[in-house]
């Protein structure tokens, strides 16, 4: 059900920014920096656009060049390129794949939705392609997609692939669009988290931090860090000061209201700015109350929270500077299972044996200040759940009545086995897709240029190698 009202403002559309398919031909988008075009040819069946989309956003290649052009060259269909960019680049990208023998265009932007595209069709056949949803409804009026609207409004969460507008759809977090030459539109998945394979987990993912951090300090003249007092951001606060060097300036901004219980944060977050040597800067989100301010220069293609305070996003700019990005460390407690829950039995389980996911049963029982039965009840309900779904491979499902089936030793998983339980879990990958789909890519923000560290692709896929034992 759709309800159709004007534009306010058609006067001054955006500059276009996508890609258009009009009888059978495309025309390419202009607006964004190459960073590498090989057309297709005899010995290179898939031609191949890089491009760098998103504001304050860079793409960042994890080898030279010239390797990523060979490993793209040596692709023979567009699953082959599609999964050679996503090894290769990470941050705010947009592929652009185009497969000569059949006239196919896959467009894969960023996994981690640091850089959104969306898609319009119409039923001549043609099909608009573009980071920015405004781009895609200045030649109509508003179709508002109300179920999407009403399962926003009770859940914070919208349906992966649409928006507010009925005729306006989002590639999902992770996936990609498959565009043939009569127009015709899929959605396929395009990239699941691949675990390290060395042995150190915790030194991957340290790794992957320090790569990330790195990178954005050189990427931008003028970075700070968010630092709420929690443990993620003052992580993260720590790590940016090591990218930085110890002499370099840097700022970090705390969100704090007098009248919360939680006031104590403020004074966390001075010592960790102190031990850090940042100049914290406090805001009173009192001041800036839910739609304090408002802006409508283009229709939002994604709804988040963040519409309800504009005011402190706001204050925060101006506070840092327009010119300035703001690092965020939202999600750290997600990836690294800070607070881990009755999955861990069962890692443990399949990891280590019997003996080892009990004493993991007791170790949750005392954080949660439950009982060891509830625990393995609870653990015992996710595995049924994970059987019926098909979730768990054979060779890992081991059901709770083998714990009290024998007092003798059990082995530890085979290397085999082991490989089978690290891949993601169709629950993690739907969570971290969810979780991402609401964050403001760089293309969309109001004031505050903002990115996050954690859903960087190297941090996601270095997180989910870890035992959430």
Known sequence: MAK??????????????????????????????????RAAGPD?????????????????????????????????????????????????????????????????????HSVRLYYRTDEDGRVDVDPQAANLLRDASIDWNLDYLI????????????????????????????VDADGRCAIERAWLPRASAGDDVRASCAAALDEVYSRFARSHPNVCAALSGGVDSSAGAIL????????????????????SPDCYERDLAARVADSIGARLICIDIDRH????????????????????????????SRAIGASSVLLEGQG????????????????????????????????????????????LLMAAKIALRRRLFGQDAA???????????????????????????????????????????????????AYTNRLNPYLAQPVVEASFGLRSY
């Open 332 to 375: 750290g407690d997600l990836l690294f299972k800070a607070v881990p829950d009755a999955n861990a039995v069962l890692d443990a389980l399949r990891g280590k044996g019997w003996a080892f996911a009990l004493r993991t049963a007791e170790k949750l029982a005392v954080l949660h200040n439950d009982s060891i039965p509830r625990v």
């Open 240 to 259: 940016l000061r090591k990218a930085l060097g110890a002499q370099a300036p840097l700022a970090a901004v705390h969100l704090f209201s007098p009248s």
């Open 395 to 445: 060779g890992t499902r081991q059901t709770m009545s083998k714990l009290f089936a024998s007092h003798a030793p059990r082995a530890a998983a085979s290397p085999t086995r082991m490989c089978r339980a690290g891949a993601p879990l169709d629950e993690s990958v739907a969570m971290l897709d969810r979780f991402v789909s609401i964050m403001t890519p760089v293309t969309d923000a």
């Open 44 to 112: 290179r069946p898939i031609g191949v656009t890089l491009l760098e989309a998103g504001g304050r956003g860079r793409a960042y290649l994890r080898e030279a060049p010239a390797s990523v052009d060979r490993a793209l060259a040596r692709a023979r269909t567009l699953a082959d390129a599609r999964d050679a960019v996503t090894r290769a680049v990470w941050g705010a990208y947009v592929a652009v794949l185009d497969e000569a023998a059949t006239g196919r265009r896959l467009f894969l932007p960023d996994p981690l």
């Open 289 to 316: 109350l839910p739609f304090s301010e408002r802006i409508v220069p283009t229709p939002p293609a994604t709804l988040s929270q963040d519409m309800l305070f504009l005011g402190i996003d706001r204050a925060v």
């Open 151 to 178: 399962e926003f409004a009770c859940t914070q969460f919208g349906p992966l692939g649409e928006t507010p507008f009925a005729s306006v759809r989002a590639v999902p977090p992770g996936c990609a669009l498959v």
């Open 4 to 37: 159709s009202i004007e534009r306010l403002d058609a006067t001054h559309p955006p500059p276009r920014s996508g890609w258009r398919l009009e009888r059978r031909a495309w025309t390419d988008a202009a607006a964004h920096r190459g960073l590498l075009s």
